[in-house]
């Protein structure tokens, strides 16, 4: 997996400057792999153009973009509409995002991808919008799709931690998070801000994640080292036992002997 901070990084040295992609928000000191999942969870490779629209950028040639940040939009302006200024995705007569054939650069190389740039509503997009029409669709649709969305954050939490009740806290931690980013994507002048905070809350929860994950791994080590130390004093007591019954094996061999000696004594004695 290329690491999306490195990515976002170089895409924002090598892309034309119209736009300003958005930076690593878990980058620090220590950063690792598991900074850049977070933040393509999150964020994705997400730009701002001249005209202070969201380009959101697919991955790979055989995705679409696809973040907390994207969905976000996308849910509020079919779930609650929107009115004229509103920043919005654009939508197809059937609903669906309006994706763009394009490319971005990473590491010094092109590559093509799907893209998706935001607009300012018009008057005629709030007229023509499925929500002002009365025409929204089954909402049961939308709903199932948030809940697949919810279950795709759990699987990438389940690739992270083999550990449910770990999951089960990333999944709190980033919904409790969900309104944070949506102010970011509303108030632009707030994001430096509102990222850092953000960075603090997931810091201070990996923190005490790898509390959790440490005290398990010393109670596995102890119960381990229990098992071993019951393991060896059985494997002690059992040899202290088959020894004994070699002993007495040897010593019914050797009053054989003595018999067998004696009856041969016997029959010359008889003779």
Known sequence: IVGLGAASTANAQQQPQTETFFPNIFFNENHDALDDVYHNMILGDTAITQDNQYKFYADAISEVPDSLLFNKILHDQQLNGFKEGDTIIPLDENGKPVYKLDEKVENGVKKSVYSVTTKTATRADVEQSAYSRGIQGDIDD?????????????????????????????????????????????????????????????????????????????????????????????????????????????????????????????????K
């Not at 939490?157 to 709190?172: C, H, M, P, R, T």
């Not at 102010?183 to 923190?207: P, R, W, Y």
């Not at 398990?216 to 080590?221: F, G, P, S, V």
């Open 142 to 270: 939308l709903y199932e799709a948030n809940k697949e969305n919810v279950n795709r954050l759990i699987e990438h939490g389940d690739k992270i931690f083999a550990n449910e009740e770990s999951v089960q806290y990333l999944n709190k931690e980033v919904q409790n998070n969900i309104e944070n980013i949506h102010e970011l994507a509303q108030q632009q002048d707030q994001h430096s801000s509102d990222i850092k905070t953000l960075k603090k809350n997931v810091e201070e929860g990996l923190l005490e994640l790898s509390g959790h994950l440490i005290d398990q791994k010393a109670d596995l080590t102890k119960d381990i080292k229990t098992l071993e130390s019951n393991v060896e004093e059985g494997l002690l007591d059992l040899s202290g036992r088959l020894l004994d019954q070699k002993a007495d094996i040897a010593q019914n061999q050797a009053n054989i002997q003595d018999l067998a000696a004696y009856n041969e004594l016997q029959d010359a004695y008889a």
